[in-house]
């Protein structure tokens, strides 16, 4: 079975949406591990409710080599960060080459960068008078969302009225691009080549 660990810090719906999708029949994949940086989370609950085992990293990061032990171990496929809001240390990316991937809530490389998360990400794209924004699936490098783009989804957002709306629409295609993705990756459907990655 493909196995994957989700790195979560908030509402989780992205890993709600993973969860749904592999309880439909529709991926054939495990939720190993939930790790987060917040112990309270909703997204942290919604694991122990649903008996998905946790991993909680310390404040100071000084857990990181035991989880990285602790993937090693369970054989984990693919790190997955749904809505994690904390920078990895650089040797926990170079322990999982091409093994993590993140979403972000806009098309990038724009929009992108440190603190661009959450509403800061949508009240950009507002503000800027672009007419499309969507989710961007990307491998992780050392740089905050700079690593290579696997899966983009544009929406129309023309019409909307505010940053709210932005979110809205582009967490609706969150919750479908990801799922989608991971099923790619557990397929072995997701080829890197040079600086492109493909789906097949
Ligand atoms: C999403 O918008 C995701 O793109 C960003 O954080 C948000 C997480 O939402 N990285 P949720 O916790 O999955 O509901």
């Not at 035991?66 to 809505?83: F, P």
């Amino acid at each position: 079975m493909y196995k994957i660990a989700c790195f979560v810090s908030g509402n989780g719906s992205n890993l709600k949406a993973i969860f749904e999708e592999i309880a439909k029949g529709n991926l054939l994949t495990e939720i190993s591990l939930v790790v987060s940086n917040k112990s309270d989370c909703n997204a942290v609950k919604f694991a122990e409710v649903n008996a998905i085992e946790t991993f909680i990293i310390a404040k100071d990061s000084s857990n990181y080599s035991e989880l990285i032990n602790i993937l090693l171990n369970k054989k984990i496929d693919l790190i997955v960060l749904a809505g994690f809001l904390k920078k990895i240390p650089d040797f926990f990316v170079d322990a999982f080459p091409n093994k993590i991937i993140n979403i972000h809530p806009a098309l990038l490389p724009s929009f992108g960068g440190k603190g661009m998360y959450g509403m800061n990400v949508h009240n950009a794209v507002f503000n800027s008078s672009v007419k499309v924004s969507g989710p961007t699936i990307h491998f992780v490098n050392n740089n905050y969302d700079e690593g290579l783009i696997i899966s983009q989804r544009a929406i129309d957002i023309n019409d909307v009225k505010s940053p709210e709306e932005i979110a809205v629409k582009v967490l609706n295609e969150e919750h479908k691009i990801l799922p989608f993705v991971i099923r790619k990756f557990s397929e072995n459907k997701v080829r890197v080549i040079g600086s492109r990655v493909l789906i097949d």
